[in-house]
């Protein structure tokens, strides 16, 4: 992933909550999208953003084109409830964006977005919408998340504190996944490795006992067709 530590773009002001994941990846479309290269990104919000005959609606601030660029959105309340579809952080990663500013965020929809390397930022509800009050006064503004100090600058320069788990922080700086992190700790599990085979080699393999495995499943089997 790519690492998260001070990330300075034009900033969207969507004053809307309970904004849930239909609402951000409308669940019809799942099946258009089967293919790695598939992008998610022209669903987002798509009945929001588009009437019935598919033309874009002037009034969704997305549509707008100081808007058109950006890459944090600061939303109200509850943002992301409902359902615990990834498909809606995809969407907004393939739409640019890399963070989003809301009170508070449905909890699955938080854990996802950490997990595909998005910062989800929770301040108040007055600092939100001083946020969105300066993003509407400007539009096309930006806005500076730092990381590392755990505050957000607003467009006139003021900084709102966040908090965040250390685990949580400490991935996104480095951009670490999962698997990432299992890696920082390979030249110990090898050591141990290395050493359990030393004092236990009567101890089938891993591979031996793979194998074993999958023999005696065969073996189940043929006895279960009997």
């Given at each position: 992933m790519t690492p998260f530590t001070r990330f300075t773009a034009v900033a969207a002001p969507l004053e809307m909550s309970n904004i849930d994941t239909d609402k951000l990846f409308p669940s019809r479309f799942g099946k258009k999208l089967r293919t790695p290269t598939a992008?998610?990104?022209?669903?987002?919000?798509?009945?929001?953003?588009?009437?019935?005959?598919?033309?874009?609606?002037?009034?969704?601030?997305?549509?707008?084109?100081?808007?058109?660029?950006?890459?944090?959105l600061v939303a109200g309340e509850n943002f992301g409830c409902g359902s615990s579809r990834e498909a809606a952080v995809y969407a907004l990663i393939d739409s640019g964006f890399r963070a989003v500013i809301a009170p508070s965020f449905g909890d699955i929809h938080y854990a996802n977005q950490l997990q595909n390397g998005m910062l989800p930022v929770i301040l108040s509800a007055k600092a939100c919408r001083d946020l969105q009050q300066q993003l509407r006064s400007g539009p096309?503004?930006?806005?500076?998340?730092?990381l590392a100090a755990q505050i957000v600058f607003g467009s006139n320069g003021d900084g709102?504190?966040?908090?965040?788990?250390p685990n949580h922080k400490e991935r996104l700086l480095k951009g670490l996944d999962e698997i990432d992190l299992v890696l920082q700790f390979k030249p110990d599990i090898e050591a141990f490795?290395?050493?359990?085979?030393?004092?236990?080699?009567?101890?089938?393999?891993?591979r031996q006992s793979i194998e074993t495995s999958r023999s005696s499943r065969i073996t189940l089997g043929d006895s279960g067709n009997s």
């Open positions: 992008s998610y990104g022209p669903y987002l919000f798509y009945d929001m953003r588009y009437d019935a005959q598919g033309r874009p609606i002037p009034d969704f601030v997305l549509n707008q084109a100081a808007y058109g660029d950006a890459s944090i096309g503004s930006t806005l500076t998340i730092d709102y504190t966040f908090d965040i788990d490795e290395r050493r359990y085979r030393a004092e236990m080699p009567w101890l089938p393999s891993r």
